[in-house]
């Protein structure tokens, strides 16, 4: 059995597997699209932190695998639940300078890893045999990657799970130091001890409230008229109207396609031979020419792949076509980038800029920054001097001495972008740069660089097959014909005609004037539809046409219109649940204003039989087979041989006497493994606690709606 098998065979594996990937996603062409619309490749961010789109389907497609008839919806919402709170804890780590040593990822390997549950790793004892496991790294390094597609998958895994498992430790060292602290009393285990071994005997009467319900669910008609007429202006009825749809959506026919195969079949052929790759883009494609270069990582796989087998400049990608949409791609740059860079900046100000502090002009603030970039470039010393003396960014200054810490290639900010190009490769330790952002003028200084990185930068057309005026004609013709042919229908005849011919319906939406969609219709004319069926001069059975924006045509039938009044009938299944509590409360209040001697009275009273010498636990109060604490905390505060009064419980009415209490302790050794169980609980609701409050404190954005 391959090691694979092993994994699935050991299902519950998955709880050390949450975030680990075993299989290839097939690609969606949909995300080259994602490609070229703002945080493409992030499907999120966690207090600044992004979760990356790839991260994300791993986690999916990992859970997709293992929960195979469960909706991907759902699996989707818990890979993202998973990757926010892996990110939360791993920023309250960092914050405290919690870090991962190589020690402690080898120990982790042998006690929290996949690994570890796999019996073939394991030692005579069940422990994890770490020579076994170095000599199988060794031998899955030295196979290809395209060995065959288990050791593939078997790569993969140790890969991810080599790059996971250090956050999966920084987390759990964080866990394990908040709950450091967190112990449970001797007094505390002394008294939860104390309360699983104190009982009680007792006789009780019990009434369900069932019964009670029972009783009295026969409401009489005229109790609902009268109270109907006592609060009219809470049961007036809605002015409504009921509207049905008849949808022609507006397609391409085989027609058009051949056509814009034919079309882009040309675009190809002049965008590969022509050097005026923006003028193209701008005049060809739907999505404006993106003039930015990109890490290999942060593009869509299929572009990663394609750049795996060519990566010279006026490479050609596609053309490839997905739901109507048509994709061609040209590689137009290459350059060399520092992927990290740590640098400082001097800021200087004015009105115009934004956070500005002084009223300084712009033209007087490019006066300042030039003189001051000339003194650094003779003088890169005074640099350190100048920040604490000139910076606008007073705060920075101080505290960070003008520093901007380190940036990502990836992560840079928009806002922060000049003519100075932080990540050139032509930029060496030490480099003085002027530029001006939306925040004012910054005289910069690259301090470090590292992991010098290739970037890319593609020329994108993106055209959408759309109906021809030929085709829009023909379906107009067929919507003519159908209003023909049904003008004077019913509803069900109107209906069914059209499903007949396979036309899109949908039927009897109740709306609201108020309303301003339509749900499961969702169009731009949703309000104008709703306007439209409450003029005055509207009547059931009026037909109207709507053209949509699509250049789809909707088909609006009004069925029914509803005025304002009192619909009896229909409010009767609420009003008969409020006034049959009504009722019971009445009874419940009765019980409680009568006196009654004794236990054997009451039984009488009630038709009940008496429940007699039933042993009750005060940790469990369980009585009846549920839990009744309010019960339970009057036998064990009342006095013995005494009939309590009515006590209104979770699930009935009990009458309680008491009579008998006792005890089982034993010695107080006994209460080590009490105060570990309740240790167990507590740092489990209090790990919950946090968990749920680090998420709300957090500033988390889910950009998947957007993609």
Request: glycine share 2%; aromatic share 14%; charged share 30%.
């Amino acid at each position: 059995m391959s090691f694979l098998e092993k994994i699935r065979k050991n299902t519950w594996i998955i709880f050390f597997l949450i975030s680990i990937f075993l299989i290839f996603f097939i690609l969606d062409p949909n995300i080259i699209l994602k490609f070229f619309t703002e945080n493409s490749t992030i499907v999120g961010k966690v207090n600044g932190d992004p979760i990356f789109l790839k991260e994300y389907l791993d986690c999916f497609q990992f859970l997709k695998r293992f929960r195979e008839n469960e909706p991907d919806y759902f699996l989707k919402n818990d890979a993202w639940k998973l990757l926010v709170h892996e990110k939360v804890l791993n920023q309250q780590a960092r914050k405290l300078g919690i870090q991962s040593t190589e020690k402690d990822f080898w120990k982790a390997i042998e006690k929290q890893s996949i690994y570890s549950k796999i019996i073939d790793f394991q030692d005579e004892k069940g422990k994890m045999d770490m020579k076994k496991f170095r000599l199988y790294l060794r031998n899955l390094e030295k196979l290809p990657l395209n060995f065959n597609p288990k050791i593939e998958v078997e790569k993969n895994i140790w890969s991810y799970e080599k790059n996971s498992l250090p956050k999966r430790i920084i987390a759990k060292k964080y866990v394990e130091m908040l709950m450091y602290g967190l112990n449970t009393s001797f007094l505390e285990a002394k008294l939860n001890y104390r309360d699983k071994n104190s009982f009680s005997v007792i006789d009780y009467v019990f009434i369900p409230y069932s019964e009670i319900e029972e009783k009295y669910k026969k409401i009489k008609s005229h109790d609902i008229y009268d109270y109907i007429k006592k609060n009219k202006f809470l049961y007036k009825k809605e002015n409504l109207r009921n509207l049905s749809f008849v949808i022609f959506r507006s397609h391409p026919s085989l027609y058009d396609e051949k056509n814009m195969d034919s079309e882009i079949e040309k675009l190809f052929k002049k965008f590969k031979l022509s050097n005026h790759n923006f003028a193209i883009v701008s005049n060809q494609s739907e999505k404006p020419f993106d003039s930015n270069f990109y890490l290999k990582k942060n593009l869509p796989v299929v572009l990663q792949h394609f750049l795996n087998k060519k990566n010279k400049v006026g490479s050609m990608f596609g053309p490839i076509k997905d739901n109507n949409i048509y994709i061609m791609a040209k590689l137009t740059g290459k350059k060399m980038v520092y992927n990290t860079v740590l640098s400082s900046n001097i800021l200087i100000s004015h009105k115009d800029s934004i956070r500005f502090s002084n009223n300084r002009t712009k033209k007087k603030a490019k006066k300042i920054a030039k003189t001051i970039y000339d003194i650094v470039i003779k003088n890169p010393n005074k640099f350190n001097l100048l920040v604490s003396k000139k910076s606008d960014d007073v705060t920075n200054a101080k505290k960070n001495k003008g520093s901007l810490g380190w940036i990502k290639y990836e992560e840079q900010n928009e806002a922060f972008k000049g003519s100075f190009d932080f990540f050139s490769s032509k930029n060496k330790k030490g480099t003085i740069g002027l530029t001006e952002t939306k925040f004012g003028y910054h005289i910069i200084r690259i301090d470090e660089v590292k992991d010098l990185k290739p970037t890319y930068q593609f020329a994108i057309i993106i055209k959408t097959l759309i109906p021809s005026k030929k085709t829009e004609d023909i379906l107009y013709q067929k919507v003519v014909q159908f209003l023909k042919e049904n003008k004077n229908s019913s509803l069900n005849t109107f209906i069914n005609n059209a499903r007949k011919k396979r036309y899109e319906t949908i039927f009897l939406k109740e709306i609201k004037n108020y309303q301003w969609n339509i749900d499961d219709l969702n169009t731009e004319l949703d309000k104008e539809i709703i306007n439209w069926s409450y003029e005055k001069n509207r009547k059931e059975g009026d037909i109207n046409i709507f053209y949509t924006s699509n250049k789809d045509y909707i088909i609006v039938f009004l069925s029914k219109i509803q005025k304002k009044g009192f619909p009896i009938e229909k409010i009767k299944n609420h009003i008969i649940p409020f006034l049959m509590n009504k009722k019971i409360d009445h009874y419940l209040y009765n019980i409680t204003k009568n006196k009654y001697k004794n236990l054997e009275e009451i039984a009488f009273h009630f038709s009940k039989k008496i429940n007699k010498s039933c042993k009750i636990n005060f940790y469990q109060s369980i009585i009846e087979n549920h839990k009744e604490p309010k019960v339970v905390g009057y036998v064990f505060s009342s006095k013995l041989y005494e009939t309590s009064k009515p006590i209104l419980g979770d699930k009935g009415i009990f009458f309680v006497r008491p009579l008998k209490r006792f005890n089982t302790y034993k010695k107080l050794s006994y209460f080590s493994s009490e105060t570990e169980s309740l240790n167990t609980d507590l740092r489990k609701n209090i790990l919950e606690k946090i968990g749920n409050m680090l998420i709300e404190k957090s500033d988390i954005k889910d950009y998947r709606k957007n993609m």
